[in-house]
């Protein structure tokens, strides 16, 4: 069970998705969770043991390491992929309810080959069309949403040398240190950059399917004349 | 053996699941499962290591640490998927069961040995009740062990061999603490799932056992119609039949002048 499961699941919908949902299903596996698992995890696997705090004081270093990272950037990466991969489970429940939907329609009376209905291929029109496109609007909504509050939890996108943590029980002002903040530095703006991406190819998608909408819609009263 | 072997055995459940169920089961594969593996369980990976208390004292740490988490939120959690889980197995055994009944007997005993009636109801049901039931208990347990879903940041130790009282500092407790809210909040969720499901299907069920019952009563009055439609005055049948409480009964005369049965009887 790991992200290989959200891959499977995601790959269901991709054949029903237009170019540019392609596109960025790609750019999602390989620019983001993939690089999540085999370098970003690495580079904060020692986040805690290597945070570095000058005091003796037993339990200063614990307290200053929570308050300066409430959730790490790690587990907040995590979780903005989860949830932004989400709203495509909206549009594969709505394939398999009309899929469903299709089998019992056609086992009250013709022979149906199962295997034929599942490669079958929807096109995106109708209510497909609101569910799919709902789905893109949340997928940006949760990446601005993650963006936002990694700005806001860590003050930017740059990761400090050194951190000046005053709660108690550390005496005083007492001085700690991050451990690799020039690599963290470097994967925050590379998955801040992809994000970025991800969310523009989201907006460009949704363009095109209001587009390709308005341009069905006028030609069907000039077909009824 | 992990937790990819829980994920194939749920995923056999899809198929005798209603709508609501295939939700549960996708809220418990990406928002629990998945959550699980790739973020929470790197969360409380060091935990002892990293729990320090103010002491040189040996042994203080772990006691302390021994006292405040018996058994760890993670372990915890990783029960309570589990235990959540496993009920859904029920309904994939009661199927199986039936399939083999029906390879024994070699016949068609039922519809579709998936089909939602019967026994295999009943097992669904039961295996609801006891997914909520597993739920709301270690939602309770959450609470009662770590009194409420708080992680505190210090902890005040006096068990032997620490001496007096010790500051313990446990790490990263809001991490910690966002996760265990994680857990709440899709526990709740799975919950109200699992009760929509529930009153859905006892009240579909209730439905449709009125109207069967409705149309069964629709049906034997029309056979006793057709039945009495044409009836020969003669046939030992019908005399039954005119003393009873039916509907008005047409009565076909014959042409004999002995015939002194009444023409329309109407009780």
Redesign the interface.
């Known amino acids: ?3 290989g ?2 891959q499977k ?1 995601l790959g269901g919908v991709n054949k029903h998705s237009t170019s540019i949902g392609k596109i960025w299903l790609t750019v999602l596996f390989i620019f983001r969770v993939m690089i999540l698992v085999v370098a970003a995890e690495r580079v904060w696997g020692d986040e ?2 290597d945070f570095v705090c000058n005091t003796l ?3 200063c ?3 200053c ?2 308050y300066f ?4 950037h ?2 907040l990466w ?2 903005q992929l ?1 949830f932004v991969s ?1 709203p495509a ?1 909206l549009v594969a ?1 709505h394939i ?2 009309r899929r469903h939907e299709k089998k019992r329609q056609l086992t009250s009376g013709e022979k149906v080959d199962i295997e034929e209905l599942n490669k079958q291929k929807f096109h995106i029109q109708g209510p497909l069309w609101w569910t799919y496109t709902c789905s893109i609007f949340f997928r940006i909504i949760f990446e601005a949403v993650f963006m936002y509050v990694f700005y806001v939890l860590y003050d930017g996108y740059e990761m400090p040398r050194l951190l000046k943590c005053s709660v108690w ?1 550390c005496p005083n002002t007492v001085d700690c240190f991050v451990s690799r903040p020039t690599e963290k530095t470097m994967f925050t703006i590379f998955m801040l950059s992809v994000s970025g991406i991800c969310m523009l190819l989201n907006v460009a998608e949704i363009c095109y399917l209001v587009i390709k909408f308005c341009m069905k819609a006028p030609r069907k009263p000039a077909t009824l004349k | 053996m ?3 072997f ?2 194939d055995i749920l995923s056999g459940v899809t198929k005798y699941s209603t ?1 609501i169920g ?2 549960w089961l ?1 809220i418990v ?3 629990r ?3 699980y ?3 929470a369980e ?2 409380w990976k ?1 935990e002892q290591q ?1 729990f ?4 040189r004292q040996p042994g203080c740490e772990n006691v302390c640490f021994d006292h405040f988490f018996p058994i760890s939120q993670i372990r915890l959690w990783a029960l309570q998927l589990i235990m959540v889980s496993t009920p859904s197995l029920l309904v994939v055994l009661h199927v199986a069961y039936r399939e083999s009944r029906e390879k024994r007997h070699k016949k068609k005993l039922y519809k579709t040995p998936g089909s939602m009636d019967g026994g295999l109801l009943c097992t669904y049901l039961i295996s609801l009740i006891f997914k909520t039931g597993f739920e709301i208990g270690f939602l309770v347990l959450f609470y009662k062990l770590y009194g409420g879903f708080n992680v505190p ?2 902890v005040k130790c006096d068990m032997r061999p620490c001496p007096n009282t010790v ?9 910690k603490k ?1 996760f265990l809210y994680f857990v709440v909040v899709t526990s709740c969720l799975c919950i109200v799932l699992n009760v929509s499901e529930l009153s859905y299907l006892i009240f579909k069920y209730t439905i449709k056992c009125c109207l069967k019952r409705y149309d069964k009563k629709v049906q034997t009055m029309k056979s006793e119609c057709q039945k009495l439609k044409y009836v020969d005055p003669d046939e030992p049948a019908s005399t039954a039949l005119f003393h009873s409480n039916a509907s008005p009964v047409l009565v076909n005369m014959p042409d004999k002048p002995e015939s002194n049965l009444p023409t329309d009887l109407r009780g």
């Not at chain 1, 990272?69 to 790490?72: E, V």
């Not at chain 2, 320090?52 to 002491?55: D, F, M």
């Not at chain 2, 500051?167 to 991490?175: A, N, Q, R, V, W």
């Open positions: 069970m790991d992200w499961t959200l699941v805690q043991s004081q037993p339990g270093k614990n307290v390491y929570d990272f409430p959730i790490s790690i587990r995590a979780l989860i989400t489970l429940m398999a309810h029980p | 992990s937790w990819g829980l994920r709508g295939r939700i996708a594969f990406i928002f499962l998945l959550v593996v790739v973020a790197h969360v060091n990293e320090e208390c103010n002491i940041r210090l500051d313990c500092y446990i790490s990263k407790p809001t991490e966002v």
